[in-house]
């Protein structure tokens, strides 16, 4: 028997192990829903029934495929590329795509799986899909990243439509790639069909407030978890990990909302300002010069740069992992808890262990998991794809209200599901469930398929 798992869910795990071998981010992501759903089972028996589960764990659909590409210095390389459409019960498969050394299959499928149920929280028409891969993207130059990018997308695109499956960004994936992925399947399929990417660039076609929408709806996520506790971030001491997309506008947002960020982080190491972080800086050496993170310490003398450190270990009241899986693990979470930290709103997909889940659990601070806290990046992607199909373009004010919103009523839904299913305050349980539910009734209503 595997700790946590009901005797009716403890199978369908064992059957995931079985099918799925050596894919270790994709068990425990299933096993981390399938841990919340016992109660779930009890109240609606017709799904065990009708294998919902089952059906939710195996994705409709998974392209892998060779992406030739030869660089400047005109020597081949081959890489490996991924898309799992996972489940389309609620709309086109939806997710982005991640270009890094680790991507395997085993995180594709973690990623995707996931997406399925933040997708419903959101509330809109989106399924659950990702893709990716293991291309490295450091230190090539634009040519190079536009050469990849088109060959992925010469095989990729038959896959691909407005109403089947729309990608996005990701590690490693921001509007340059997004620009290089739609030119090129612009260009194959003749048709200028903005709604099959997101993340675009504002000129032709993109969302605004899509580049912020990740890192401020986990802002704005850790905000109502606050409220719900009679306190606020104003004034809140803040530690971010990474200094990608998420991590700057997670960063802006917990500004402008009065906290004060003293550290964040990259692949080499972390920097610490106890001046506060100044964005403008990072955003130049991390979006534009396309540096390492150490460069603001060498500018800026209040900052410490530290090798390989470990940003769990900075005090703070809220920690907002948004770098990568499995970033936070249980000793970090007892050093952070140790710390006085108060709130952990993940911008991440999976970025704190089981291990490190269980521990905030037990001390009872807020945790917002990433299906939940970090929804806010795709349900903005759900908005451009409005805004293209009406030929519409929203204004910035607009696109966060609407935003801030969905953000609220994720928190709300997720509180309120955690309540109904006997767990008051456990945001991994509502958001679970909460998901959970809408897809598996609208599968229900689809038939077998
Ligand atoms: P970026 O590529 O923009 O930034 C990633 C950041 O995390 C960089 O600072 C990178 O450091 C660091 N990082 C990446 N991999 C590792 C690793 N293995 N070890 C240590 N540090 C690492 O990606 P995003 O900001 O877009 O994505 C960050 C996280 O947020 C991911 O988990 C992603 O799935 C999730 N997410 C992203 C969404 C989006 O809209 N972009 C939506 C929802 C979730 P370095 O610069 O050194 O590589």
Not at 139 to 167: A, H, K, W
Not at 179 to 200: A, D, M, P
Request: negative net charge; aromatic residues 8%; hydrophobic residues 35%.
């Amino acid at each position: 028997m595997t700790a946590g798992l009901d005797e009716k869910l403890e199978p369908i795990y064992q059957d995931v192990l079985k099918r799925n071998p050596g894919e270790k981010e994709f068990h425990q992501a299933v096993h981390e829903v399938l841990e919340t759903l016992g109660p779930v089972l009890v109240k609606y028996p017709e799904f065990a029934e009708s294998k919902i589960i089952q059906r939710i764990c195996e994705p409709e659909r998974q392209i892998i495929f060779r992406v030739p590409w030869q660089d400047d210095d005109g020597n081949i390389h081959i890489n490996r590329a991924f898309r799992v459409e996972f489940n389309s019960a609620l709309g086109p498969y939806k997710g982005g795509m991640r270009f890094h050394p680790s991507v395997y299959l085993g995180i594709i499928k973690f990623l995707g799986f996931e997406q399925i149920f933040k997708n419903a929280l959101t509330d809109l028409p989106i399924g659950g899909g990702k893709g990716g891969s293991d291309f490295d993207p450091k230190g090539r130059s634009d040519s190079e990243i536009m050469r990849f990018c088109q060959s992925l997308m010469t095989e990729l695109y038959r896959n691909l439509g407005e109403y089947t499956d729309v990608p996005a960004g990701d590690i490693g994936v921001s509007t340059r790639e997004i620009g290089y992925l739609f030119g090129q399947y612009k260009r194959i399929t003749n048709r200028y069909e903005s709604g099959v990417l997101t993340g675009k660039g504002l000129d032709w076609g993109g969302s605004r407030a899509r580049t912020e929408a990740t890192g401020y709806g986990t802002v704005f996520f850790a905000e109502e978890m606050l409220k719900a506790r009679d306190e606020s971030l104003d004034g809140k001491t803040v530690v971010v990990s990474g200094s990608g997309n998420v991590a700057i506008y997670a960063m802006q947002k917990a500004q402008q909302l009065g906290a004060k960020v003293v550290a964040c982080s990259d692949s080499s190491g972390i920097i610490v300002d106890d001046e506060g972080i100044e964005l403008d800086r990072v955003r130049r050496i991390k979006e534009v010069e396309r540096r390492r993170l150490s460069v603001y310490a060498d500018e800026k003398k209040s900052a410490k740069y530290v090798e390989d450190g470990n940003v769990w270990h900075v005090p703070c009241d809220v920690a907002l992992p948004s770098a990568t899986q499995n970033e936070l693990n249980g000793k970090d979470a007892k050093k952070l808890i140790e710390n006085g930290c108060i709130a952990v709103a993940e911008g991440a997909n999976m970025p704190t262990t089981p291990e490190g889940i269980q521990i905030f659990q037990k001390a009872g601070i807020a945790y917002g998991p990433g299906k939940a806290a970090n929804a806010g990046g795709v349900a903005t992607s759900a908005l451009e794809m409005q805004q293209n199909a009406s030929r519409d373009s929203w204004t910035f004010k607009h696109t966060e209200e609407r935003l801030r919103e969905i953000m609220v009523n994720i928190h709300k839904n997720c509180y309120e599901t955690a309540d109904e299913f006997g767990s008051p305050g456990n945001y991994v349980v509502g958001a679970n469930i909460a998901g959970f539910l809408r897809v598996a009734k609208a599968m229900e209503a689809l038939g077998l398929v």
